[in-house]
């Protein structure tokens, strides 16, 4: 991390900051993981890679998840979701809406887990049919 801060590499430092606060988090020291997670977040706005925003997101996401902070982790999915709508990435997408869904489920909104399971069924079989057409050609 001090090399990247000190030759002003802020993509490296970004994600030298996210592997760390992944790192954290699968210790289970979650408060540090949002440490590292937060601190990453800022210099990925700087330099506004949105595939790079959209997996900080994520990550911060998945630890609020960890803490039970459902507020915070459904504002950070939908960050991400947002972000990945608009580059079209129909994985990062589909992942996303699952996620979400899991937490609308496990919060007891059966209709809302839903709708997100059917949105995310459909992106499945969309990229299912995608990947059978690219085998047979």
């Known amino acids: 991390l ?6 002003h590499d802020k993509k490296g430092s970004a994600t030298t900051l996210n592997n760390l606060g992944t790192f954290y988090s699968d ?3 979650n408060k540090k993981a949002l440490n590292y997670l ?7 706005e700087e330099y506004s ?3 790079d925003l959209a997996i900080a997101y994520n990550n911060l996401a998945n630890v ?30 589909a ?6 869904s899991d937490i609308y489920f ?8 839903l709708e997100l399971n059917y949105q995310c069924l459909n992106f499945y079989r969309y990229l299912f049919r995608l990947q059978l057409l690219l085998h047979r050609y």
């Open 27 to 29: 210790l289970g020291q």
């Open 95 to 100: 992942a996303t809406i699952s996620d979400m």
């Open 106 to 113: 496990n919060e007891g909104q059966i209709e809302k887990a």
């Open 49 to 51: 890679d949105p595939q």
């Open 64 to 93: 609020y998840g960890l803490i039970n902070d459902r507020k915070n982790e459904l504002v950070y999915f939908q960050k991400a979701l947002d972000i990945r709508e608009k580059l079209n990435d129909e994985q990062g997408v």
């Open 2 to 7: 001090k090399l990247y801060e000190s030759i």
């Open 38 to 44: 937060k601190k990453s977040l800022q210099i990925k």
